[in-house]
Structure formats: structure tokens, C-alpha cells
């Protein structure tokens, strides 16, 4: 292998076990399987690994915290794979003595303020952040920067703050292959909706930029579609703007996870449906063809890639990505169940 100094990350990728392992069967400490310390000791001796390159790095093993910062996520599938990722990597962290505490918000802009003041005053060392409000993000935003703290970004990027990292999706390119899907699913002409299920749909940067994707494919490629936007309130949502455009619509791009409520909402079962997430429900329809296509924004990923970054920088300086654009998965009925 290079000759280079290698991080404890580093040797838990290449022996494909966690960083708390590796620490572990360097330091000599703790229990460890037979089978992971020969992965280790293997890795160890490929990348002739020298003991004071990587305790230079380890230092004292100060004790970090991070702040995760995430919606309410008992009733929400999509932010409970969102937690699980950051349970991972806390499992890691915790290894090196870091600790992880979590701040949930319900969907108000209210509540998140709130969410967020209480981290402010317990300043930790990092944050991990899933925003959901632009104007309300970039003052507390400033309020971390101010108090050197440094914070990654996941679910929905924020322009003009200074983040460590943002972790997710390109949405503009993402609202492209979604208009992709759709022109394959119906050819020729037909109405297509764009609906977006959101409380505040002005302040979500992140359907915006699906909608402008999937707007300018079909400017490009196919003129003749005609295509309605629409953005439902409530919980459950109110769907009366839809009795009238239902009718003449041959498909549906939903922007959220919502996917499997707007297909109980309309029972002409012909309307195609391309949405986002692979929720239970929205795998169900998906399996019995109700629903025609997910992208999966992996939530779980993100979620981990964040707590690592921040792990990362805490302890070892390590600067993360600026931007990690995860991939834009299609899921369909065939290959659903090798993301299970």
C-alpha cells in the first residue's frame, strides 16, 4: 500500500470493521473478536502502521459532544432511519469517549427555534442539523458560527451559512430524473401534478429545487406536457385543491415521502406516481404496482456520514467534504428488496 499516515477510519474501511474495534485491538483493551483482530492485525501489517503516527492523532481522548438536531421521529419512518444512521456512528464515537444528544423538533418553525436555543446554551463542540426552515436557519446558524461551533448540514442544504458539510442529494437533478421517469411511464401528451405535502412550502428550499429539476427536463425535452403544481396543508393533508385537476392528470410527482397518501387519495389507479422514500407504506404500494417509482434520498446514510464527519473533525482535525452528494437511487417493485 501508499506509504501515508493513516486514520483509525481509514483502518476500519479497509478492514471493514468499526473504528471502536480498531481502537480497541491497537490499544489492547476491551473485548474483540478473533476474527476482527486478524482483519486488524492484517490491515495493520499491509499499511506498515507505526504507533505514534496514529496517537499523535488520538491525543488525550477529550470528551466530545455532539448535538443532533432532527424532527420528532417516533411517528415518522423516514426520520427514524435518519436516527438509526446517527445511533451507528454514535456507537463508533462513543468508543472515543464522545457523547451524542439529541434535540427534536415538532415540524413548527416555533419548535425548532426552541430546539435549536437549547443547544445554544448547552454548547456542545459540534452539531449535526436536518433544517427544515431557510429564513429561521440563517440567524442560528450565525449564533453556532459566533461561538465556533462547527455544524453539518443533511436532508436540506442552506445557502449563505458556513457549514462544515452538506449531506444529501443534488434536488435540482434529482427533480430531473424524477421528470425522466415520468415521460418513460406516459408517453405522448398528459397532465402531470407536481404536489408537494408541506406546511410551509416558501421556506423549503430543497422542493424547490425538485420542482425547478423536474420543470426544466420538460422544457428541454418535452414541451407538450402540461404540468400543475400543488402544495397541501394539514395532517392529515386537505386534498380539495385536487378534485378538479385529479381528473384530466395521467401522473404524479409527489416532492416528499408522502407518496402512499396521495395514492390513497386518488382512486384511478391509472394516474402514475413517481415519489420519494422507501417509508413501509410507500414499499407496500410500491410492491402491489399502486405506486410506480421511489427515489431513495437514504436518510440512514446521511445521518451516519454526518455523525463520522463530525467525529472526524473532533477528533483528529480531519476537514470534512464540503459537499457529499449521495447517489439518486431509482427503487421499483424488481429491486426494492435489495434496499431491505
Given amino acids: 500500500m501508499e506509504e501515508r499516515n493513516y486514520t483509525i477510519r481509514d483502518i476500519s474501511r479497509l478492514a471493514k470493521v468499526s473504528r471502536g474495534t480498531v481502537d480497541r485491538v491497537i490499544h489492547k483493551r476491551g473485548k474483540v473478536s478473533p476474527e476482527a483482530i486478524e482483519k486488524v492485525t492484517k ?6 502502521y507505526k504507533p505514534n503516527l496514529l496517537a499523535r492523532s488520538l491525543k488525550s ?31 463508533e464515537f462513543k ?11 415538532d415540524k413548527t418553525k416555533a419548535d425548532y427555534e426552541q430546539a435549536f436555543d437549547k443547544v445554544l ?41 458556513n457549514y ?12 430531473r430524473v424524477a421528470a425522466q421517469l415520468m415521460d418513460l411511464l406516459l408517453p405522448g401528451k398528459g397532465d402531470v401534478l407536481i404536489i408537494h405535502v408541506e406546511e410551509d412550502f416558501e421556506n423549503s428550499t430543497h422542493l424547490h429545487r425538485k420542482e425547478e429539476g423536474f420543470r ?32 384530466s392528470a395521467r401522473g404524479m410527482f409527489i ?39 421511489l427515489i431513495h434520498q437514504n436518510p440512514h446514510q446521511q445521518a451516519y456520514d454526518g455523525i463520522s464527519f463530525l467525529s472526524e473533525l473532533l477528533l483528529y482535525k480531519k476537514e470534512p467534504e464540503y459537499r457529499k452528494l449521495l447517489p439518486i437511487d431509482i427503487v421499483t417493485s424488481e429491486n426494492v428488496d435489495c434496499y431491505l
Avoid at 477529550?62 to 445511533?87: F, L, M, T
Avoid at 468508543?95 to 451524542?100: E, H, N
Avoid at 393533508?237 to 378538479?244: I, R
Avoid at 387519495?265 to 410506480?292: C, H, M, Q, S, W
Fill in 121 to 161: 446554551k448547552d454548547k456542545p463542540d459540534a452539531v449535526l442539523v436536518a433544517p427544515i426552515y431557510y429564513r429561521e436557519s440563517l440567524p442560528l446558524f450565525r449564533k453556532l458560527e459566533d461561538l465556533d461551533i462547527p455544524y453539518v448540514l443533511i436532508n436540506t442544504p442552506i445557502e449563505n451559512a
Fill in 43 to 48: 490491515v495493520l501489517k499491509e499499511i506498515n
Fill in 216 to 247: 426544466s427536463y420538460f422544457t428541454e425535452k418535452n414541451k407538450n406536457r402540461t404540468i400543475h403544481t400543488f402544495t397541501l396543508h394539514g395532517e392529515p393533508p386537505d386534498f380539495s385543491p385536487l378534485q378538479d385537476a385529479i381528473a
Fill in 95 to 105: 468508543a472515543f469517549g464522545g457523547t451524542i444528544n439529541y434535540y427534536t423538533y
Fill in 255 to 293: 416532492t416528499t415521502s408522502k407518496a402512499s397518501v396521495l395514492r390513497r387519495y386518488v382512486e384511478n389507479e391509472a394516474i402514475r406516481i413517481v415519489g420519494y422514500d422507501l417509508t413501509p407504506e410507500n414499499i407496500e404500494f410500491l410492491k402491489n404496482g399502486k405506486i410506480d417509482m
Fill in 164 to 175: 462544515k458539510s452538506f449531506i444529501g442529494q443534488d434536488y435540482w437533478k434529482s427533480g
Fill in 61 to 91: 481522548h477529550k470528551h466530545n459532544r455532539i448535538a443532533a438536531i432532527i424532527p420528532h421521529y417516533q411517528e415518522d419512518s423516514y426520520w427514524q432511519k435518519c436516527v438509526n444512521g446517527i445511533k451507528k456512528g454514535e456507537e
